[in-house]
């Protein structure tokens, strides 16, 4: 039941418990204030009957009276007029006639009275009746104060507190007292509302923080750009790095130089995301480079970032990363995976074939050093004129296009086989149209080296 039938309820139940008592007191006393006007009146009668007897009072002849018949059929007459008595003095009074049953004969009875009614039973009857009703009117007028108080109450501090959280305390709880039916209800839906505020201010903050931080990362990952290498003659070195939608992804790209000449290109992904996956791809780049500008082979590069990871971070934590080194004078290739799991591809001119390379090796920062020195594996080769190799990174296979289908690894070695016979630009041409020129889910990173023929090598060839 509502709250405006449960006060027009309680509202009747109070007025007739009033009006009940109330009617049953009017009743009692109208029955008592008639008795006792009858009484009165009897006397009265009977007091003014004897005392115009004994006056010797006469009811003329020929008075205008009204008639009534009584339930035994005899006829009163009842009137007005001015009775004479024995003195020759005249009374005006109000009678009751009887008359005789003997023809030409007098009344047979005449009773007196005083011409004006006794109003005291109707004065009496008239106060009660005001006093019952402005009990009623009372008791109404209380009810409502109070229903009143009932309602305002909880609407005033749902007012208060409503304005507090419009000044933006939203960690005000309504909790109304004393608030029943819709007002409970109503309070309930303004602290679901408020909790719902307070939830979206949280999830607008984590938003803008989330926001923030993709940002900052960006930008951290677009300041870590490859070192620019000089490539000798005939030779060709390029990178390529695709900036993913948001945050992007943790995966790198370098290519350098040691002052030996020898170019190193290196891809890799850190198995974390956000700020942890930033600055651990961070990290590992570093070492990397370093390791690698200081003249160390792939291997000893891997050993030292792996040490250096294993020492620095939590445990769960770990990069992948896949090392080329290239000796342009010979074209005599060096090629570890440290739990990369994007193969290199090379392509044999001479043959006309690409082959995969997928050396074997754990990842980065996952064992303290005697285990990742036995598991990982070099692989040597030599590039010839013509030859190339192609190195990406593995965030490429799960590249969603524009119709929901995922590159995979077939589409991966279809991009190859375009960036090495064409270049990486003409890949990145076939790679925007299979996205529809969309940014990828997260950044892409490739390298290429390429033995173009004429140059040191070459000549040693000859």
Known sequence: MGLTGRFTLALAALSVLFAVPAALLLLSSADRLQEEALVRARREIAATTAEMLERGARLPP??????????????????????PTAGGEEVELRFLAVPSSREGEGPAVVLYYPPEDDLHAGRQLLVLVLMVTGGLVLVLVLVGA???????????EMIDRVSSISRGH????????????????????VDRMVRGL?????????????????????????????????????WEVDSLRIQGAGAGGSDFVDTLADGEGRISLLVGAAAA????????????????????????????????????????????????AMIVRVDPRNG???????????????????AGTLRRLQPNGIALGFDAGP???????????????????????????????????????KG????????????????????????????????????????????????EAA
């Open 371 to 409: 285990v990742f020195r036995s598991s990982l594996e070099q692989v040597e080769l030599d590039l010839a004129p013509g030859d190339a190799l192609f190195l990406y990174g593995p965030g490429a296979e799960d590249c969603v296009g524009l119709q929901g289908r995922r590159l995979g690894e």
């Open 170 to 189: 939203l960690g005000e709880p309504i909790h109304v007292r004393g608030a029943t039916g819709e007002l409970a209800q109503l309070g309930r839906a």
């Open 412 to 459: 991966v070695h279809a991009l190859a086989k375009v960036a090495l016979e064409e270049g990486l630009q003409a890949m990145n041409e076939r790679l925007t149209a299979f996205l529809g020129g969309e940014a990828p889910g997260r950044d892409l990173v490739f390298a290429l080296v390429r033995h173009r023929g004429g140059g040191a090598s070459g000549g």
């Open 198 to 234: 307070l939830e979206g201010q949280k999830v607008q903050a984590d938003l803008q923080r989330r926001r923030k931080e993709a940002q900052v990362l960006q930008e951290f990952r677009n300041n870590l750009q490859p070192m620019r290498v000089e490539p000798p003659p005939g």
């Open 273 to 320: 995301e956000g700020a942890p996956g930033a600055l651990l791809m961070a990290m590992a780049r570093a070492s990397l480079r370093s390791a690698l500008l200081a003249g160390h082979g792939p291997a000893e590069a891997a050993d030292l970032t792996n040490s250096s990871l294993n020492r620095d971070l939590a445990r769960g934590l770990y990069a992948n």
């Open 62 to 83: 020929g008075l205008k009276a009204q008639s009534y018949t009584l339930p035994g059929g005899r006829t009163v007459h009842a009137g007005r007029a001015r009775v």
């Open 332 to 350: 005599h290739v060096e090629l570890v995976s440290a739990g990369h799991k994007a193969p290199a591809i090379r392509l044999d001119a001479p």
């Open 146 to 156: 109070w229903t009143s108080r009932r309602l305002t109450a909880p609407l005033r």
